[in-house]
């Protein structure tokens, strides 16, 4: 049997990562260790969506430094420039002509059915922009410009993934076989509660660990969770199946699972104890990745390159799309 080295790679992946601040456990577990696994077996394109963070952005001039440590934390978890693809997503202009093409074949009705696009209005009611309606063709307009048939998502982004693969077919049957119908991949953790215990881990929700946070950091955040609701007493047994911080060791402390479980339900430890191993195990488990993303930060030119590199690499495939899309369309050729 060949080995993943050895395999002969006949799909791309694409995915995007904001860059509205600092990454956190939750996008690590439900995407970046996701794009570190594919590039094993597939030809991956990895885009720091600058443009995309426009639309919930309060001060714009934030994006380009966010953008620069975003693809910092991504180059430091993992993500090789040798073996994949990373750039900035206005390096490369064609994606947003191609998301205007598709915008014009999508009714407004449609746009604004989209799950995440009422959240975000229910976010953000006094900043519902053009670009914030617009969202889903230009995510549709990244993955289909390199025609990436896979694309690493959390459970959330399935609307934005199928208006991607609606949006494909609308075009091939209109102007021609042009474009794939990606699928979505997630990881072993595709959902991950911040905090609070009860909503998804986000930074805009103030529930989250950022991964390059320090260890006292971690560990004063860590003692902030959220834990079993009933347990109000140290002598009260706890129910681990209702406890996010539980969750959270089957993550990150396999080797101690069993013991925090026991210790839990036999009130053997209070929520204290069981609050410090979690710490422990998160700086433990983040320790090595620390270290490089200091070692990468101190370096921003190295990163600078690393990004021009591919976007000039991304901009050859972009250019090859918006040729053919172009003539399939009829638009007369310069």
Known sequence: MASRRDRTVTERVFS????????HIGNYLGAIRNYVDLQADYDCIYCAVDVHSLTTLEDARQVGENSLTSATVMLAAG???????IFVQSHVPEVMELAEYFAMLTPLAVLTRVPTFKEKVRQQPENVNLGLV??????????????????PIGVDQEPHLEFAREIARKFNGRFGETFPEPRSVHTTTPLVRGLDGQSKMSKSMGNHIPIGASPAETRRLVMTAVTDPQRQRRTDPGRPELC?????????????????????????????????????????AFAEFRERCAELAADPDRVRAILRDGAARASAIARETMAEVRARMGLLAG
């Open 16 to 23: 995007g990562f904001r860059v509205t601040g600092e990454q």
């Open 79 to 85: 993500v090789d420039p040798e073996r994949s693809i």
């Open 134 to 151: 617009g969202y889903p063709a230009l995510m549709a307009a990244d993955i289909l410009l390199y025609r990436a048939s896979v694309v």
């Open 244 to 284: 996010n911080v539980y969750s959270l060791h089957e993550i990150f402390s396999p080797a101690h699972v069993k013991h925090v479980y026991r210790q839990c339900t036999t009130a053997g430890w209070g929520c204290v104890d069981c609050k410090s191993l979690l710490a422990d195990s998160i700086n433990g």
